[in-house]
C-alpha cells in the first residue's frame, strides 16, 4: 500500500517532499501570507495500518519560534475525537517521531486542531441561550464573517471583552472559549448570574477565521500579525482589528482578556501591560489581584514564570492589550498556554490539551468574579 500524505482541508498545513519511504517521509511547513512566519502544522497520513513510519519535518529549525521544539510532542489522532501525544525529537534542524497507526488514516498537528464548523457550532450553541445576541462586525479579507457574542445586558455598568485567535494557529485559545463561554451562558451558575447583574461580556471567539481555515500560524490572509495592529489597523490589511476596535469604542471596555498560546514556555502565564504611559501602582496591585486569584482558582496557572516585563514608558500599542489598557485606561491582559505541556502539573498522555484549556477557559470567569467590585 502507498503512503499518501494531504493537508487539502480547514487549518490543514503541511508540504509533502517524498513520502516512498516509510523511514524516512520527508515534510516542510508551508510559510503564511508574507512568508515571515510558519510552525502550525495539521496533515493526515493514509498509510497501512500495524507498520512503523518515521516522520521528518525538515524545516522545523527555521521556523519562527525553533525553542518550540525542545520537549515538544506531537499531537496526534485516529478519529479526530480523542488527540493524545507522541514523542518526538528535535534534532539537526528536523522534527522527527515514529507512529505505528492502528488505522489507515491518521492525523498529526502542532495541537489539538480547532475546526471552523466547530465555530460555527459554538456560535450557534451560545445564540440559543436567552440573554446572548450574536452580531456579524463585518467580513474578513476572503469574505467571512467575524463573528461578535453579547452575553447580558447592554445597558450594564462593566463592559468586559474578551477575544481569542488573533494568531490562528494557537487553537488552545479557542477551546478556552469553550470553558469560559459555558461558564458565562450556564443558567445554574451562580457566579455568572451575579456578574451578569453589574457586567456585559462582549467575545470575539476568533479574531482571525482567514488564518484558522488557511493554516496558518500568526498572520491574516494578508500576512499581517493582527496582534501588532491595533494602533493602526485598516480594512485594507487588517479588518478584523479595525472592525473589532470599532465596536470597542462603541461600548467601551472595562476589562480585556486577549487568549493566545505560546510555543516555547512550559507555563500559563499572564502578560500585563506595565510598559503603558499610563500605568500607575494601584494598575499593577489589580493585575496582580487577577492573577494571583486565578492561581488559586487553578493550578494550572502559574505566575512565577513569563515574558520580561516592558519597561515603563517603553510599550508597543500595536499589541492587544496595551491599546486597549491606555485607550481605555483598564486592566488588559493577555493570557498565554503553552503548545507543549505544564511544567508544574504535567499530563502525560495529554500534555496541554483542549480540556484542559477549555477548563482554564472556565475559571477565568470566576477569576472575574473575583475582580469585579474593583473594576
Ligand atoms: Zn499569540
Redesign the pocket.
Known sequence: MTISINSCFDGGNIDCIACDNPNNIRLKIKPDAGHEFFQWFYFRMTAKAGQSYTLRIENASDSSYPKGWDNYRIVTSCNQQDWFRLPAEYDNGSLSFTVNPVSDVVWFAYFTPYPMQRHHQLIAKTAAVANVAVRSLGTTLDGRSLDLLRIGNPDARLKIWSIAR??PG?TM?QWWMEGYLAGLTDSNNAVARELLKSAVFYVVPNMNPDGSVRGYL?TNAAGCNL?REWDSPSMEKSPEVYLVRQKMHETGVDFNLDV???EALPYNFIAGTEGINSWTPQRLALQNKFKNNLQRLNPDFQTEIGYPVTPAGAANYGICSNYIAERFTCPAM?L?MPFKDTVDTPDVRFGWSARRSVLLGRSCVDAIYSVVDFL
Open positions: 488573533q494568531h494557537e485559545a500568526r496582534n493566545h498560546g505560546d493577555t498565554e
